[in-house]
């Protein structure tokens, strides 16, 4: 079955400090990865996404994300938080498997202390 | 308008009444998808228009729930006879194009209608 598990509910990273929100999936076909970000009372952004080649992406606001087929992971990091960063985070997944839908995880909120 | 145009914001209902959302998309998109966001989940595909193609309805998770689409444009999610299960929110989100693979289409989020069944 395909799936999206974000292990962390929440997070709290001070501000400056490095940041890693984990994404593992399950998913048969090569899979297409999306990261998202959802600010308070807004729709989701695009932060950067994973079709094909290089394993490092870049994406918006400084983030990057490093796609592992070996650990079925696509784990997001930056190096110096923002409080701006405040927010709720979405890994997604799709591809043949899921009939190109995208498949979501349930979201890591990341809580920002100054 | 610059972006995805979701209405109302919130919308208060009794269980059993009908309710119709409605999204206006980024002008020129040809794809639409809702999706539906409960508390502390992740998102649940409902349904995807392209073009003039018949929409994937694959994800409406009864027939209580039907969407429309007119004029390649402005979608209506309808719900019937609401349940308090139904209470989410629901997100609209568009596409400027069809990638032949859909999962590569990027998706432009609006701001999502808060549903509460009383």
């Known amino acids: 079955a395909q799936s999206v598990t974000q292990p962390d509910i929440h997070i709290t990273v001070s501000e400056g400090a490095s940041l890693e929100l984990r994404c593992n999936y399950s998913y048969g076909a090569t899979p297409y990865l999306f990261w998202y970000v959802q600010s308070p009372g807004q729709g989701l952004q695009l932060l950067l996404k994973y079709f094909s080649g290089d394993t490092l992406v870049q994406g918006i606001k400084g983030f990057e994300a490093e796609f592992k087929r070996s650990q079925s992971s696509f784990n997001l990091r930056k190096p110096s938080v923002h409080w701006s960063d405040a927010a709720e985070y979405f890994c997604?997944?799709?591809?043949?498997?899921?009939?190109?839908?995208?498949?979501w995880g349930a979201g890591t909120k990341l809580i920002i202390k100054p | 308008g610059a972006g995805v145009s979701q209405s109302p914001s919130n919308k208060v209902t009794e269980k059993g009444k009908d309710v119709e959302l409605r999204c206006d998309p980024i002008?020129?998109?040809?794809?639409l998808y809702w999706y539906r966001q409960s508390l502390g989940q992740g998102l649940e595909f409902l349904i995807y228009?392209?073009?003039?193609?018949?929409?994937?309805k694959s994800g409406l998770p009864s027939d209580r729930f039907s969407a429309e689409r007119t004029g390649g444009s402005v979608s209506t999610l309808t719900i019937q006879r609401t349940q308090q299960e139904d209470s989410a929110v629901y997100l609209c989100?568009?596409?400027?194009?069809?990638?032949?693979?859909?999962?590569?289409?990027?998706?432009?989020f609006g701001a999502g209608t808060r549903l509460s069944v009383l």
């Open positions: 997604a997944v799709g591809g043949k498997d899921s009939n190109y839908q995208l498949i």
């Open positions: 989100a568009s596409s400027p194009h069809a990638h032949r693979i859909a999962a590569k289409n990027i998706q432009y």
């Open positions: 228009f392209q073009g003039n193609s018949a929409p994937d």
């Open positions: 002008s020129g998109h040809t794809a």
